[in-house]
């Protein structure tokens, strides 16, 4: 089993760069694919970004493409999201998330806020 805990939020102005890390312990985080997701307030929990356990596949939300990048280290037992251009409609708290082998997101971090102010 493994458990998640978020860093690097915050507040930032639109336009404006913010980290994201997720460290993990337990044990074995290279058999976990990772991920991001986000939820704004009314809004349903949506998936930003997936990693594989070698970091061989990314996947990313349309809305993010090409401003958000995922990452990991498996050395670190850590996991990032580098999150460029923010735009008010990031603004969200940001979970990370792990899944034992493709299985589903099961392992979950307790979030953290970003706020993005226009």
């Known amino acids: 089993q493994v458990q998640l805990v978020e860093s690097g939020g915050g507040e930032v102005q639109a336009g404006g760069s913010l980290r994201l890390t997720c460290l993990a312990s337990?044990?074995?985080?290279?058999?976990?694919?990772m991920a991001w997701f986000r939820q704004a307030p009314g809004k349903e929990r949506e998936i930003v970004a997936q990693?594989?356990?070698?970091?061989?596949?990314?996947i990313y939300a349309d809305s993010v493409k090409g401003r958000f990048s995922i990452s990991r280290d498996n050395a670190k037992n850590t996991a990032y999201l580098q999150m460029n251009s923010l735009k008010s409609e990031d603004t969200a708290v940001y979970y990370c998330?792990?899944?034992?082998?493709?299985?589903?997101?099961?392992?979950w971090g307790q979030g953290t806020q970003v706020t993005v102010s226009s």
């Open positions: 337990g044990v074995g985080f290279n058999n976990y694919d």
């Open positions: 990693i594989s356990r070698i970091a061989s596949d990314l």
């Open positions: 998330a792990a899944a034992y082998k493709s299985e589903a997101y099961r392992f």
